[in-house]
């Protein structure tokens, strides 16, 4: 148990459909994260969260709308997906965004996309 | 481009030793990581070295060269359930996380 919650664990959806992710830390960070993890790839990071304010978007495309209501739940929501896109997301929390902080990952979503 | 380099695969005996390697050439140096990622689970923090030298945690010991731009991790006494992915990160000088594609560890009895 790394304090970091993710659902669902896995997801299957058409390319039309309309789905969220959901990540709940229970460690009291400042800072989250939305990773891609692709087998046999690096992880890509895809956004930062410090504060609920959204500090980093490395080039993701629109169809991945992230959403950090508190600074403990991070969304990310998804929209008119590619099958490229079908990959292990995972989120990850740390006490700030300083990047020398060790980061909490969550067991990730198992995305899909038919 | 930066660039993080670690075996796709090792294959390892129960009770042995193996050492992943992870070299790196990358903008800058603020430190690497090792984390740990059994099937179907959250990567988990093994170490993090910024200074050359060996660090050393029970049955595991990370190594870092920063002038060989090079890692390892070390794992001693190896159980079942070592089998896992080991991944390696860099932090450049943006204090960005440089990731490697993860090196998969197989024990086998």
């Known amino acids: 148990e790394t304090g970091v919650t993710q659902t669902p664990r896995h997801l299957v959806m058409g390319m039309t459909n309309k789905k969220s992710l959901k990540c709940e830390q229970h460690?009291?960070?400042?800072?989250m994260y939305w990773y891609k993890q692709s087998a046999k790839k690096p992880l890509e990071l895809m956004f930062v969260?410090?504060?609920?304010?959204?500090?980093e978007n490395n080039s993701v495309p629109s169809r991945f709308s992230p959403a950090c209501p508190n600074s403990s739940h991070l969304f990310l929501h998804l929209h008119t997906l590619q099958p490229e896109d079908s990959a292990l997301y995972l989120c990850?929390?740390?006490?700030?965004?300083?990047?020398?902080?060790?980061?909490?990952f969550g067991a990730g979503t198992r995305l899909s996309v038919l | 481009g930066q660039n993080i380099d670690q075996p796709t695969e090792m294959t390892a005996t129960e009770g042995a030793i193996v050492q992943i390697n992870c070299t790196y050439q990358?903008?800058?140096?603020?430190?690497l990581f090792w984390y740990q990622q059994h099937a179907g689970e959250a990567p988990t923090f093994l170490s993090y070295?910024?200074l050359d030298g060996l660090e050393e945690k029970g049955r595991f010991s990370s190594f870092l060269s920063r002038s060989k731009g090079y890692s390892y991790l070390l794992l001693k006494e190896l159980q079942m359930k070592d089998s896992a992915s080991y991944l390696c990160?860099?932090?450049?000088?943006?204090?960005?996380?440089?990731w490697g594609a993860g090196t998969k560890l197989i024990i086998k009895p």
């Open positions: 990850a929390s740390s006490q700030d965004p300083d990047k020398k902080n060790i980061q909490y």
């Open positions: 460690l009291g960070h400042n800072a």
């Open positions: 969260y410090s504060l609920e304010e959204r500090v």
């Open positions: 990358t903008s800058g140096f603020n430190g």
């Open positions: 070295n910024v």
């Open positions: 990160a860099v932090l450049d000088s943006n204090y960005q996380l440089i």
